[in-house]
């Protein structure tokens, strides 16, 4: 059974960094797509990142280029988002999801359970 977990949320003042992590199992992690998405209080969820085996560019949402950065570790089969230069719009639920039998970005179909980031101005 693919599951995912993220850990790493939390509050932070603005201008403050957090780094989350999503620990991936149920799947070899030798081709994969991992994508981080968030969703605020109101609004739909936002697509942020994804990673995919052997691709060393990464795509990213403009509202967080040059602030997050998305890397993976295949020993341990984590995918990390490193989020810094936080803004107080950057509050929501962080969530990743994953392709762990091909690395098309478009077909993340298993969802962690999300870790809350709140950032106070």
């Known amino acids: 059974e693919v599951q995912l977990v993220e850990s790493g949320g939390g509050l932070v003042q603005a201008g403050g960094s957090l780094r989350l992590s999503c620990v991936a199992s149920?799947?070899?992690?030798?081709?994969?797509?991992i994508g981080w998405y968030r969703q605020a209080p109101g609004k739909g969820r936002e697509g942020l990142t994804c990673?995919?085996?052997?691709?060393?560019?990464?795509w990213y949402h403009d509202s967080i280029k040059g602030r997050f950065t998305v890397s993976g570790d295949n020993a341990k089969k984590t995918v990390y988002l490193q989020m810094s230069s936080l803004k107080p719009e950057d509050t929501a639920v962080y969530y990743c999801?994953?392709?762990?039998?091909?690395?098309?970005?478009?077909?993340?179909?298993?969802w962690g359970q999300g870790t809350q980031v709140t950032v106070s101005s």
């Open positions: 990673i995919r085996s052997g691709d060393s560019d990464p």
């Open positions: 999801a994953a392709n762990p039998t091909g690395n098309s970005c478009l077909q993340l179909d298993h």
């Open positions: 149920g799947f070899t992690f030798e081709t994969y797509a």
